[in-house]
Structures are given as C-alpha cells and as structure tokens.
C-alpha cells in the first residue's frame, strides 16, 4: 500500500550540511506521521525527527536546533535538512510513514560525516 524510497545520503565534512528526501507513494499521504530514523553501526536505532499532519515537529535531543523536518503535501514528500552535522550523526537514516496504525519503512540512505 505505501512505498518510501529515501534520497539524498552521501558523504559530507564534519560541520557541512545535507538535505534527505523520503518519497511516499500510495494514498493518504497528508494523513501519515511522517519520521526520520536512524541507526549507526552497533547501536540501536533511534527516532530523529517526527512531523505530523500539522507542521508540529519534535526532535532527538542530539539534533535539535541543528536538523529540521518538513513535508510538502503537494509532492508527497518529507525532508530532513541536516547543518552543522557531526561525525556521530553517521548512520543509515531511514523514513518512516504512520498511517492507520501500522508503519512503513523505507530501505535508507547512508549519511557518512568525516571528521
């Protein structure tokens, strides 16, 4: 029913910036939660980002003031803009779509910050 490919991933300098993007495709969009996740190697994965049918975002401690998260309706689309990012923000970032009570996962995308 729903389908999320991210974009955007790559390598980047410590203090640099990226933009991911997570297209949605099925319907409902404008009703779905949508969320960043992310997972680094040997640790559990954590919630990012979170932005709602509204534009109500909520944030990790670890990226607040430094990541955002908006949604274009009209594009079907979510967007993590990552500024000033830090070695440990590496990981698989991975979009997530609540709708109806089940979730959706995307396949993620690699963000590589190095030092």
């Known amino acids: 029913q729903v389908q999320l490919v991210e974009s955007g991933g790559g390598l980047v300098q410590a203090g640099g910036s990226l933009r991911l993007s997570c297209l949605y495709s099925?319907?409902?969009?404008?009703?779905?939660?949508m969320a960043w996740y992310r997972q680094a190697p040997g640790k559990q994965r954590e919630l990012v980002a979170g932005?709602?049918?509204?534009?109500?975002?909520n944030y990790a401690d670890s990226v607040k003031g430094r990541f955002t998260i908006s949604r274009d309706n009209a594009k079907n689309t979510v967007y993590l803009q990552m500024d000033s990012l830090k070695p440990e923000d590496t990981a698989v970032y991975s979009c997530n779509a609540f709708l109806f009570g089940a979730n959706y996962w995307g396949r993620g995308t690699l963000v590589t910050v190095s030092s």
């Open positions: 099925g319907s409902r969009f404008s009703s779905a939660t």
């Open positions: 932005i709602g049918v509204s534009t109500f975002a």
